[in-house]
């Protein structure tokens, strides 16, 4: 029934809107040329033909060899988060181009060319902080255990519900945002989880703080988006004086050749701003699969060179000799300071001399493992997943602390510094993305930017102002929300391609003296709203229906 009232909603105008001003739209409808379905083919199956290689080979590099069941589970679970990526491309890469086709700065089919490329390049050049701003979200439970029943069935819940909400405002031709869809997916499994164990308080199943950090930028960032859209317009118009940057475009004529270089350039722009901040979400959670499935290849980074290892295991003992100075005494095995430690981080209550304790312990037993076998590439595959665990324990632990108040009120400056150098050499360690990984979320986003990207640019073209948009318009919105997404890749924050564009287009549109389609704008604002708890909803009742599923199978 809500599906209903979006579809009627979105493809409604107000009447008098469209009495008072006749759109020329851009033409959008083009027969694809038999060559480029095959040349689509091809690299779509040279992906995944390269995926499949790759994974083949790193596992025979360090003698782990998959089943065939295990490698067919693996299968599924990367063409899943592919599937996320590809939806992710024709979704919200269209905010992209919307803009250059409507002012007929390019044709349709070669724009979503164009932004394909450039986000294949946005992704590969990214550097994959965002991506593991979103795992930080998970609870620390189902992270440590990823390759666990509950683990997979976390991936598999969180995934398929963002893909299925995405797909429902796509249909219906809604601007909606991949990154709020996701990360309420991930806030449904998390809480689901902690439901189902039973615990008191069902936030702990997440860190909170982490959430109202990422939270907090996906709602400041469409204001961004309409005041900054809305200001720069006005301050074109005081200092640009050619009308034709503020008029509709007559017909099919492409703009004046300096505004047309504009335009391509910003929508160049918010296309590798998208593809550098949209596409290491995927990254983040094929990397947990690939844990989860084949450990010993990917579990630690391999790559690291052997002659890094003594300069990490004198940072470590310099950390650890850090913790013991603060210390009330340490747990007696390594056992104990890892279940403290464990329980300090779902809490984040981290800032207390005991935890302090515990971290020496499993700092002192980290760089003592890893300089006996030498580096982090001869670890044998038995001992990978504990270790691994620790690393990660240590390493979210000494972020909240080297991020507290309190804690720096402890420590001096120059042992803050020696946490963090720590910090910087776990990371290396145990949060890096093969190649491999950045190339095929490349490919599935930029060739997703080239399927169905019709319904959301008719929608940011024709309906959210209440006349055609403007070359000045499309200019400042796109300007805005590559600045403002490029920001946020600097910062490690995921925001909204969608929301900080639309909301540019709509700040824009009251600059130039247009209205708001009020009822596009009201759609796009309830679908805003809803994504969170509808994500939730969907993935924490598919997190139960998979577990049950797993039980009653004996999993």
């Given at each position: 029934?809500?599906?209903?009232?979006?579809?009627?909603?979105?493809?409604?105008?107000?009447?008098?809107?469209?009495?008072?001003?006749?759109?020329?739209?851009?033409?959008?409808?083009?027969?694809?040329?038999?060559?480029?379905?095959?040349?689509?083919?091809?690299?779509?199956?040279?992906?995944?033909?390269?995926?499949?290689?790759?994974?083949?080979?790193?596992?025979?590099?360090?003698?782990?060899?998959?089943?065939?069941?295990?490698?067919?589970?693996?299968?599924?679970?990367?063409?899943?988060?592919?599937?996320?990526?590809?939806?992710?491309?024709?979704?919200?890469?269209?905010?992209?181009?919307?803009?250059?086709?409507?002012?007929?700065?390019?044709?349709?089919?070669?724009?979503?060319?164009?932004?394909?490329?450039?986000?294949?390049?946005?992704?590969?050049?990214?550097?994959?902080?965002?991506?593991?701003?979103?795992?930080?979200?998970?609870?620390?439970?189902?992270?440590?255990?990823?390759?666990?029943?509950?683990?997979?069935?976390?991936?598999?819940?969180?995934?398929?519900?963002?893909?299925?909400?995405?797909?429902?405002?796509?249909?219906?031709?809604?601007?909606?945002?991949?990154?709020?869809?996701?990360?309420?997916?991930?806030?449904?499994?998390?809480?689901?989880?902690?439901?189902?164990?039973?615990?008191?308080?069902?936030?702990?199943?997440?860190?909170?703080?982490?959430?109202?950090?990422?939270?907090?930028?996906?709602?400041?960032?469409?204001?961004?988006?309409?005041?900054?859209?809305?200001?720069?317009?006005?301050?074109?118009?005081?200092?640009?004086?050619?009308?034709?940057?503020?008029?509709?475009?007559?017909?099919?004529?492409?703009?004046?050749?300096?505004?047309?270089?504009?335009?391509?350039?910003?929508?160049?722009?918010?296309?590798?701003?998208?593809?550098?901040?949209?596409?290491?979400?995927?990254?983040?959670?094929?990397?947990?699969?690939?844990?989860?499935?084949?450990?010993?290849?990917?579990?630690?980074?391999?790559?690291?060179?052997?002659?890094?290892?003594?300069?990490?295991?004198?940072?470590?003992?310099?950390?650890?000799?850090?913790?013991?100075?603060?210390?009330?005494?340490?747990?007696?095995?390594?056992?104990?300071?890892?279940?403290?430690?464990?329980?300090?981080?779902?809490?984040?209550?981290?800032?207390?001399?005991?935890i302090y304790g515990a971290l020496a312990t499993l700092s002192d037993d980290v760089s003592s493992r890893i300089a006996g076998y030498g580096s982090l590439g001869k670890v044998p595959a038995a001992a990978t997943p504990n270790l691994r665990n620790d690393m990660y324990l240590v390493l979210d632990t000494t972020k909240l602390i080297a991020a507290d108040t309190s804690a720096q009120s402890r420590?001096?400056?120059?042992?803050?510094?020696?946490?963090?150098?720590?910090?910087?050499?776990?990371?290396?360690?145990?949060?890096?993305?093969?190649?491999?990984?950045?190339?095929?979320?490349?490919?599935?986003?930029?060739?997703?930017?080239?399927?169905g990207w019709k319904r959301i640019v008719v929608t940011v073209g024709e309906r959210i102002g209440k006349t055609h948009l403007t070359y000045g318009m499309g200019a400042s919105a796109e300007l805005v929300a590559a600045s403002t997404i490029l920001l946020a890749v600097n910062f490690g924050m995921p925001v909204s391609t969608t929301h900080i564009l639309s909301s540019g287009v709509a700040g824009?549109?009251?600059?130039?003296?247009?209205?708001?389609?009020?009822?596009?704008?009201?759609?796009?604002?309830?679908?805003?709203?809803?994504?969170?708890?509808?994500?939730?909803?969907?993935?924490?009742?598919?997190?139960?229906?998979?577990?049950?599923?797993?039980?009653?199978?004996?999993?």
């Amino acid at each position: 029934m809500v599906t209903s009232t979006f579809a009627r909603d979105a493809l409604t105008a107000d009447s008098s809107a469209s009495d008072a001003a006749p759109r020329t739209g851009p033409k959008l409808d083009y027969a694809l040329h038999p060559a480029g379905r095959w040349i689509f083919l091809a690299v779509l199956i040279g992906g995944l033909a390269y995926a499949g290689f790759s994974i083949a080979f790193d596992t025979a590099q360090v003698g782990e060899s998959l089943a065939g069941g295990a490698f067919a589970f693996l299968a599924l679970a990367l063409l899943i988060a592919l599937g996320f990526e590809f939806v992710n491309g024709f979704h919200d890469t269209a905010n992209a181009v919307a803009t250059v086709i409507y002012t007929h700065s390019m044709p349709a089919p070669l724009a979503v060319v164009w932004s394909g490329f450039f986000n294949f390049l946005g992704v590969m050049l990214s550097s994959g902080a965002v991506a593991y701003s979103i795992v930080t979200l998970l609870p620390v439970d189902l992270i440590l255990n990823v390759g666990s029943v509950g683990g997979f069935a976390m991936i598999f819940a969180l995934l398929l519900a963002a893909i299925v909400w995405n797909l429902a405002t796509w249909a219906v031709g809604l601007p909606n945002s991949s990154s709020h869809a996701l990360i309420g997916s991930i806030l449904g499994v998390g809480l689901a989880n902690q439901l189902i164990r039973g615990g008191a308080d069902g936030t702990s199943g997440v860190d909170m703080a982490q959430v109202w950090k990422v939270l907090s930028a996906l709602a400041f960032s469409p204001i961004v988006g309409f005041v900054g859209a809305l200001l720069l317009l006005l301050v074109m118009k005081r200092f640009l004086r050619d009308k034709a940057l503020y008029e509709a475009p007559e017909g099919q004529t492409p703009p004046p050749r300096g505004i047309r270089a504009l335009l391509i350039g910003t929508c160049t722009a918010v296309s590798f701003a998208h593809g550098s901040n949209d596409g290491q979400k995927g990254m983040g959670l094929i990397m947990l699969i690939l844990i989860g499935c084949a450990p010993t290849a990917y579990a630690l980074n391999r790559t690291m060179p052997e002659s890094a290892t003594p300069a990490f295991v004198q940072t470590a003992q310099a950390a650890s000799a850090a913790y013991r100075a603060h210390a009330n005494g340490a747990p007696a095995s390594v056992g104990a300071a890892r279940a403290q430690v464990t329980q300090a981080l779902k809490t984040k209550h981290v800032s207390d001399p005991v935890i302090y304790g515990a971290l020496a312990t499993l700092s002192d037993d980290v760089s003592s493992r890893i300089a006996g076998y030498g580096s982090l590439g001869k670890v044998p595959a038995a001992a990978t997943p504990n270790l691994r665990n620790d690393m990660y324990l240590v390493l979210d632990t000494t972020k909240l602390i080297a991020a507290d108040t309190s804690a720096q009120s402890r420590f001096t400056a120059q042992e803050i510094t020696t946490l963090k150098s720590y910090n910087s050499g776990l990371e290396q360690g145990t949060r890096y993305i093969p190649t491999w990984v950045k190339v095929t979320v490349a490919l599935a986003l930029g060739l997703g930017t080239m399927v169905g990207w019709k319904r959301i640019v008719v929608t940011v073209g024709e309906r959210i102002g209440k006349t055609h948009l403007t070359y000045g318009m499309g200019a400042s919105a796109e300007l805005v929300a590559a600045s403002t997404i490029l920001l946020a890749v600097n910062f490690g924050m995921p925001v909204s391609t969608t929301h900080i564009l639309s909301s540019g287009v709509a700040g824009a549109s009251v600059a130039n003296g247009a209205g708001l389609q009020r009822r596009t704008v009201m759609n796009m604002a309830l679908a805003w709203v809803m994504t969170l708890p509808v994500a939730m909803l969907l993935s924490g009742g598919l997190y139960w229906l998979l577990l049950t599923l797993a039980h009653a199978l004996g999993y």
